[in-house]
């Protein structure tokens, strides 16, 4: 399946709450994606393709600033979670709760102890941490 396969399923039914691929991209996410990293419309939608579309979220979200050391893990989340809708924030549920029939598929406790075993950095804030959170998604 191409990219413009895609755009052409998401035209095609219009009203319906899309999530699109390995990342549960929504249309406008896809699409700004897609123009930011220069994708073009007949690139196969590949895992691999994908993975760059994830991982340009991810660095969005703060993940490099959050490995120098100048975000910590907490707000890191709190940012993912305004992108992936499954993702708790620090209240404990989705950022997006309720739209679209959206809700956190994990608590924020196990969040967070996957996030400290994957990154095991310090989750309070440190002197000089930026706690800026990233735009959205």
Known sequence: MKVQDIYDWISATPGQPHAIGRYQFIPATLKRLVTKLGVGVDEVFSPRLQDRLGDTLLLE????????????????????????????NSSGKSHYDGYAGNKATMTWARFDREMARIFPTPATTSAGANTTTAPNG
């Open 61 to 88: 979200a703060g993940l490099a600033a959050f490995r120098q050391g100048r975000m910590t893990r907490h707000v890191f989340m709190n940012n993912m979670a305004k992108i992936w809708a499954g993702l708790p």
